[in-house]
């Protein structure tokens, strides 16, 4: 079946510190891939997406590439804000399925000044 | 406009009775998912409806889980005979359409369920 993976949290920046959180998956056929951000006492906002490999989504100053090759949609974020520190979720739809999303375990960010 | 929202917030029960949790879609969307969060076992999926109808209903985890969705709007996930380990946060979401990976999928506020 479909699994993500991702690195575990949590992680504590220093602001304006670059951020990688990776993300690698298990899917047959070609899944969409997210990542989605749970700010404290919020709920779930997407954040990014890539529907095809190779395919970069951006928001915020965040990126993510679509690798099929080495299965992975590693998060990025150059300079990382107090305003970051949130629960990020990578996730994928799989083929079929309605769109059902499968989702990482969660890494928690915590930006300190 | 209106987001999707989701009823009651906080519910609080004592083991081995019934619950019902609501969650009200946005206008027009025609896919619904239910998922839950927990500490143990992470987000998982629960059921999703396409109109009234469930295609997928893999991710309940026992018969004592049930949902249904009226109307195309409304839907009810409804827990008989809880127990300690269904206490979570229910999710609710919804899209336009399910199987069509770029219509994203809208996420309420949840409801924390409590089971002592």
């Known amino acids: 079946g479909n699994s993500v993976t991702q690195m575990e949290g949590p992680v504590t920046l220093s602001e304006e510190a670059f951020l990688t959180i990776n993300c690698t998956y298990t899917a047959t056929g070609y899944p969409s891939l997210f990542w989605y951000v749970q700010y404290p006492g919020e709920g779930l906002q997407l954040l990014l997406k890539a529907t095809k490999a190779d395919d970069k989504g951006s928001n915020k100053g965040f990126e993510a590439t679509y690798r099929k090759e080495t299965t992975s949609f590693h998060l990025e974020k150059g300079s990382v804000q107090v305003s970051d520190s949130a629960v990020y979720f990578c996730a994928l739809t799989g083929a079929g399925g309605g769109n059902k999303l499968t989702f990482g375990t969660g890494t928690q960010l915590k930006v300190e000044l | 406009g209106a987001g999707v929202s989701q009823s009651p917030s906080n519910k609080v029960t004592e083991k081995g009775k019934d619950v019902e949790l609501r969650c009200d879609p946005i206008s027009g969307h025609t896919a619904l998912y239910w998922y839950r969060q927990s500490l143990g076992q992470g987000l998982e999926f629960l059921i999703y409806f396409q109109g009234n109808s469930a295609p997928d209903k893999s991710g309940l985890p026992s018969d004592r889980f049930s949902a249904e969705r009226t109307g195309g709007s409304v839907s009810t996930l409804t827990i008989q005979r809880t127990q300690q380990e269904d206490s979570a946060v229910y999710l609710c979401?919804?899209?336009?359409?399910?199987?069509?990976?770029?219509?994203?999928?809208?996420f309420g506020p949840g409801t924390r369920l409590t089971v002592l």
């Open positions: 979401a919804s899209s336009l359409q399910a199987g069509v990976a770029y219509n994203e999928q809208f």
